[in-house]
């Protein structure tokens, strides 16, 4: 339209050309002065932020971003095991109304390590066999449902709902999730604290979050961390950012 304008109105056309021009420039200089967004606001769990400003959980968690960078881990086998479980993990999920980030749980659990724990966790969700079979597994000398993904999965998502259904906080379940609810609530209540990051919990626990967010970060953005994720996974990611867009 500018141009048949400028044919019968040539000062007209001269006023358009040079307020365009001006308008180019002005969002320019906006767009360099804007202001790239913090670590931390970049980071969260289940839509749950990070405590902006607060020096100490940035400390923290930039400590245990660097632990799972590739220089450290030497490994792409978090990247490969995504890949298998994720579309298995998410669909249960979501079916049982648990946010999508604690698919990064099993990952955290059992992706760095295999086998038994300790204290006699196994499989992918690392269930102890009291709780296992209070979800609905079987666990006895000759079936251990702990090791099939699908039930596993099933269990973990009954559990985590019936801890939000006693903390009301996605942070908080996870965190309970890995020491006990019954110890969970007992710090809440001798420290009369609610807010996860501000608790004093045993180095484990206290570090448990980070590490789940760690998690999501270095399986979104592979390569910022030093990972080349493989192409399996990446098609996965894609053919979900395309089913989220329609």
């Avoid at 500018?2 to 040539?10: D, G, I, L, T």
């Avoid at 999965?153 to 939000?164: F, G, S």
């Avoid at 006693?166 to 604290?193: C, E, P, S």
């Avoid at 608790?199 to 910022?224: C, D, F, Q, W």
């Amino acid at each position: 339209m500018a141009k048949v304008f400028a044919y019968n109105m040539p000062q007209a056309a001269k006023s358009l050309l040079k307020e365009e021009k001006n308008t180019t420039t002005t969002d320019t200089v906006t767009q360099k002065i804007e202001e790239p967004v913090s670590l931390m606001a970049q980071l969260n769990f289940a839509e749950e932020s990070l405590p902006q400003g607060d020096a100490k959980v940035e400390r923290k968690m930039k400590k245990i971003l660097a632990a799972f960078n590739y220089s450290h881990l030497q490994t792409n086998r978090l990247h490969r095991k995504a890949a298998e479980w994720f579309p298995v993990i998410e669909p249960i999920l979501a079916a049982y109304g648990i946010p999508e980030d604690f698919k990064y749980v099993p990952l955290v659990e059992s992706g760095l390590r295999e086998g038994v724990s300790p204290k006699g966790a196994t499989g992918f969700w690392q269930f102890m066999p009291g709780t296992a079979r209070s979800f609905g597994l079987k666990v006895n000398s000759k079936v251990d449902e702990r090791k099939n993904l699908r039930k596993s999965t099933v269990a973990a998502a009954k559990y985590i709902k019936a801890l939000y259904c006693v903390f009301d906080n996605w942070t908080l379940v996870a965190a309970a999730y890995n020491v006990g609810d019954n110890h969970m609530q007992k710090q809440i209540d001798r420290q009369n604290q609610d807010n996860y990051f501000k608790m004093k919990l045993n180095r484990e626990t206290a570090g448990y979050v980070y590490k789940l967010i760690s998690m999501k970060a270095i399986l979104e953005h592979p390569a910022k961390y030093g990972y080349k994720a493989p192409k399996e996974l990446l098609a996965y990611n894609a053919e979900k950012a395309a089913s989220a867009a329609e």
